[in-house]
Structures are given as C-alpha cells and as structure tokens.
C-alpha cells in the first residue's frame, strides 16, 4: 500500500463503505470475486481493501472482526468476546420457538421431503429465514434434491428433530387427523368466506405460484421492507 | 364541467368521492357519472386482470354519488317533515364524518409510507449465530411436544379461506321471450280471444309476468296476434290474427326490446 | 492508550467491545434492558453507550449503522449504501403493499386493538383480503379476543412491522392529530355535500329551534376515536 493507498484514499472509502454494508447483511460469506464483480473492479483490490478493513477493526478495538472463511469474508463476533456471546446464548435468546417457525418446522414435519418454494406457497410468506434457522439449529436438513427442473432441495427432518420431540420416527407424530378449524376460519367461514379444501394437497403449480404476487395497483404500490 | 378521472386506481371508496368534491369545489349534479364509467372501463381494459376489490369500491363510489344525484336533483319539497330534514343532515353528517376519518388515514398511511421507505434503504443483519456458539444455544424444542407441532401443523395446514361473493339472493331468470313465444302459440285460440289474465294465470313470479307480456307484444309487432284493449286499466284481449300462420313467428333469441 | 489514566475509558471500551459481538451474533434486536442484564450495568448506561457507538458509526463513515428499532438495538446497513446493497441481494426482497393495504395498517397502528368489522366500518369496504395479507406479511397479528358477543378477533401491529417502519415501538408514529384535516378541507367538504341552498335555511331555522346543537360534521374533530 504505502504512498499510493494515500492518494486513492477517497475513492477506498466509498467502496469500503459498500464492502461494509454488503458483508453487514450477508448471511453467508461472500466471496472477493463476487464483491469485485459488483463493485465492477479487480479481485485483488477488493481483497487488499478488505484486509485493511479487517486490520483496521483489529486496531480499533473492535468487538467484531472481519474474516475470511469458506472462501469469502464474513463479519463474526470478536474471538475474545466468546464469552459474552455465551452469556447471551445461555441467557437471552428466545429459548422456544416462534409460532411462525413451529408451523413452518410442523409443515417440514407432516410434508416432507419438501422444498422451502413448497413450504412458501403454503405459509403464504417468504420462510427463508425460518428454514436456515431451523436447519442451522439442526432440526431439518436437506434430505434430497428434486429430479425436476431448478434441482430444488428438499427438506425433512433430521435425528436431532427426533430426539428432541422424543420419537423415534416420523410416523410417530401424531396423525393431523380430521381438521379442526381454528377460530379464525371459523370467523371467515362465518363471513361467508369459503373453504378451500385443495390448499393442504401439495401441488407442482404450487411452486410456480410462489413468486407472484397477488397484488395489484402496481402504479400505486409502495415498496415495504418485509425481511421479517 | 368535465370530469377527467385520469387517476391509474381508485383506491380507497371514497377517495373518489372526495377528490371530486374537493377539485374544483366540483358541484355535484354536474358530475356525470357516465364519463367516470367510461374511464373506468378504459382503466380496466388496461389492467391484466380484474381486481375484485377495485371493481366494488368502484361500484360503491358510484352508489354514493348517485344517491347525493338524486337527492340534490329532486326538488325540494317545502312541506318537508323536519324530523325527515333532520335525517337528511344526519345522514350527511355521518357521510362527512366518514370522509375525515378516510382522509386522515390516507395521510397517515403516506406517513407510512415515507416510513417504510426510508426504513428499506436499510436491511438488517441476519447471519445470525456463529456455528461455535450453535451447542450453546438451548433447544427451541424443549417444551414442545408432538402434539404441540400437530397442532401448528393444523394451523398451517389448513384449508384458507377464499373469497367468495353470495350471489344466492340473486335470482336467475329462467323465462326467455322465445319461451313464452313458443308456448303461447299453443294457447291462443286461432278463433275466438283469450285474456292476457288468463294467459298469466297461476303466474307468481312477476319477471314471468312480465316476460309474458313482452311475448305478447312481440308476437304482435309480427303481426301474429292481435291486442285490444277496451277499458284504460282493463283487461288485455288476445287474440290471433285471421290468416297468420304459426310457421312465420320469428324466434327471438335476445329481446332487445 | 494509558493505563490507569483511563480506566472509565477502558470500562466502556469493554462493554462497547461485548455489545459490538453481542450484536453481531444477533437475529432479533436486543433489548437494551437485555444487554444490562447481561452487562450487570444500569439500562441507561448501556443505552449511552449504544448511542454513543452508532455515533462513532455514522462519525467514521461506516457503511453500516447501530439502530434502535423495535425495541432493540441491531446492525444494519447504512441507508446510503443501499443501492449496493440491493445489487448485492439481487432479488427484489422489498414486498409492496398497495395503498389500500397501507391505509388499513395506519387503521390498525393507530387504532389497535381493532376488530376487522371496525376496520371496515372506517374503510368503507370489506377488508378480509387485505387483512389478511397484512398478516401473512407479518404487519399485523391477532393481540387478543373481543370479551363481548362474538368473540371478535382483535388485531395490533406486529414486531415485523416496527421494524419494517424503522421505529422502536408504535408510540414513535406521527400523532394521529397531525393528519386530521383542517377547517378550510372540512368546510369544502360540506359544501361538496349540501343538498339544496334552501335547504341550508331550514337547517339555520332547526338549528335555532333546537338551540344550536353541535353538528357533528361541522368542527374540525373528527370522530376517530368512538370505536374504539
């Protein structure tokens, strides 16, 4: 670096601040090719300005570091900091699962193998972080990957699944037997609203639907974050 | 005046209302409701697909304005009641109320909005926990049992609602004109009159009625049957036409009157 | 850095350091009451030093920010960078919401917990389609039953939808009050509605027979709040 890092000091900070705000929201590593393909500049630069962030996060002090890992780089707490992110795991996560995620893991469950577009166009809403929760917390896996086209993975439970619900297998879940309406079917049966039994038979189409959205009044619509 | 709808949706049901009220201080019974159909079925042509939604707000719309049409294009009656009158204001105040109540939520939901906008320049951090840490975290099992995932199951499984519209107090109408053509010929006598009473006798619906009556003048207008009708208000006579042939009765398919 | 000099200094450092990797780590934002229990430190303190490291963030030109949102502190990327970031996550992950859905979330954020019956008495409309979508998309949510005949359903806004807003919690909205229209539109309003100009001369004549009672139509209040 020395002299000639100086004088391409300003055009740096902005590219470190995309590299920053790239790998900030990145769930995986990312790789150098991939953030000099988007920053539209060499590998090698996007390499050496991502070491200087790190080393710069280092001599800062900082609680996080900047690593390259799996090919890529990626932001992780300080090693030196393990033990307060122990005492946050043991203390302060939500120790139960979100309903959201229970019916998306009891969906995984009674439908398996099944691909995380299937699982979508049941819940009705993006499941992709619930899916990496549930496999990262090892309680389904990828068990096999659709023949048809796109190679869609597919999804089941795992033995850590088992032995947490304190079954054997599968087939051990209790039937989902007849169906019984929850309050708000009843409300909207109520209503006048009409049931539509095809919903719970897992369809090909299904996966096609996913990606449309069924809203209309495109001129008016308004862009929500909905990364819940 | 000439209202141009030029807005790409109606939204809302009573935006429209409200923003041709307050454009212009538009007066109403100058509002022609035919130029906002027609926008509207221009609007819709240019959609892919219809929206429900918006084709009954947009119906609502047009309720609503026809309903104030016709209460400022009667004349006003000066022996009117006042509690009628205060109805009248009453209704009014509600309508107004409602007015302001939709528009303070229109501004709101702009709020909204900007809100929402401003807050998607920025994504948050997902990665979530470290693989290192993954044997620290506690099962977020622990607690649930089989029958607690049936039951998600359950929820997430089953059957959605799906819109439907009643349409069960809507009747079918069943009589066509051709129909009643086709029986008539058999019941009117060739010499002599029948009454239209009698035709329509053990008759209920009046749409059967009615579809009766228009065989009748139809089969008139080609000249098959013959109408009299002595007293104003009276019976109708029926009877055929000396030298018309049946073979010449022209089945309509669509009355068009 | 001195040694015994600064030794507050060097508190702080620790803590920002442990706050630093306990975000990092972190799905969900942390409450800060969470980070003193784990700190052993007052609340305010934390929050002061929270403050004072999304400062330092925005000083250094981070590409990322420390945000108070939804009750917690997360990392996020730096608003200024998100044309990047969107390069980066490729699919469009901004779901939009049409202006009407957006007209029934400001209903239920400002008037929660509301039933779908009154909602629809405000909209005009039934409003079970976008209700809902509204939560499926994670905006709203069941917060409890009406006690009354009917057991109606009661919705608020969600955890999803504070931080979809960007605010920490739903007090932060813009008062209500500040949309409530002004005379001159109300007064336009009732013009628009007048029936008959004669008619305007009973009304003065009731009026005075009756002796003045408000109208509930002709000040500037607007009855938002008789439903609930």
């Known amino acids: 670096m020395g002299d000639e890092a100086m004088i391409g000091e300003d055009d ?3 590219i470190r601040r995309a590299i920053e705000a790239i790998l900030m929201v990145s769930v995986d590593p990312v790789a150098p090719n991939l953030l000099a393909q988007l920053m539209e500049m ?13 080393d710069g996060y280092e001599a800062e002090g900082r609680g996080f570091v900047l690593l390259r890992v799996g090919g890529g780089y990626r932001f992780q707490s300080h090693p030196a900091q393990a033990e307060w992110v122990e005492r946050f795991v043991l203390e302060g996560q939500h120790s139960r699962l979100t309903s959201a995620a229970l019916e998306t893991l009891a969906i995984v469950a009674y439908k398996q193998p099944i691909s995380r577009n299937q699982v979508s166009a049941i819940r ?19 068990v096999a990957t659709d023949p048809g086209p796109g190679n869609a993975l597919m999804f089941g439970t795992s033995q850590g699944f088992l032995e947490s619900m304190g079954i054997d297998q599968v087939s051990d879940l209790p039937s989902l037997g007849d169906f019984v309406p929850g309050p708000e079917l009843v409300e909207a049966l109520e209503r006048g609203l009409l049931a539509e039994p095809d919903v719970v038979e897992l369809e090909a189409e299904a996966e096609a639907e996913v990606g449309g959205e069924p809203e209309c009044g495109s001129d008016t619509e308004v862009p929500v974050d909905d990364r819940t | 005046m000439s ?3 030029s807005t790409p949706v109606y939204e809302g049901p009573f935006d429209l209302l409200l923003n041709l009220i307050l454009r212009e201080e538009v007066e109403l019974y100058e509002v022609s409701l035919s130029s906002i159909v027609d926008a509207y079925l221009a609007e819709l042509e240019n959609m892919d697909s219809c929206d429900l939604e918006m084709a009954t707000e947009f119906l609502l719309i047009a309720a609503i304005l026809l309903e104030l049409k016709t209460r400022r294009l009667l004349p006003t009656d000066d022996r009117f009641d006042i509690d009628d009158e ?4 009453e209704e009014r105040d509600l309508l107004l109320a409602r007015l302001l109540e939709c528009k303070t939520f229109k501004d709101a939901a702009v709020q909204l909005r900007r809100l929402a906008a401003d807050a998607s320049l920025s994504w948050p951090r997902r990665a979530g926990l470290e693989d290192a840490f993954l044997h620290l975290a506690p099962d977020l099992l622990a607690g649930v049992s089989p029958v607690d995932l ?3 199951g359950r929820r997430a499984l089953a059957p959605k609602p799906v819109f439907h519209i009643d349409t069960e107090h809507i009747a079918p109408i069943r009589v066509s004109v051709a129909d009643a053509v086709c029986q008539m010929v058999d019941e009117i006598p060739h010499e002599g009159t029948v009454t239209f009473k009698s035709l329509t006798e053990g008759m209920v619906d009046r749409i059967a009625i009615v579809v009766r009556f228009l065989a009748v003048l139809e089969l008139f207008k080609q000249g098959i049957v013959e109408i009299d009708q002595v007293d104003t208000f009276g019976d109708i006579h029926v009877s055929w036409r000396p030298g018309a042939d049946r073979a010449e009765i022209d089945l309509i398919d669509v009355y068009e009157g």
Chains 1, 3 share one sequence.
């Open chain 1, 124 to 142: 009705g809403v993006d499941v992709d972080t619930v899916i990496r929760t549930l496999q990262q917390r090892g309680y389904i896996e990828v």
């Open chain 2, 86 to 89: 205060f109805g009248l204001w």
């Open chain 1, 42 to 54: 060499p590998t090698k630069k996007v390499e050496a300005i991502c070491s200087s962030l790190a």
């Open chain 1, 12 to 14: 740096d900070s902005d």
């Open chain 2, 150 to 152: 049936r039951d998600a």
């Open chain 2, 3 to 5: 209202v141009t709808v």
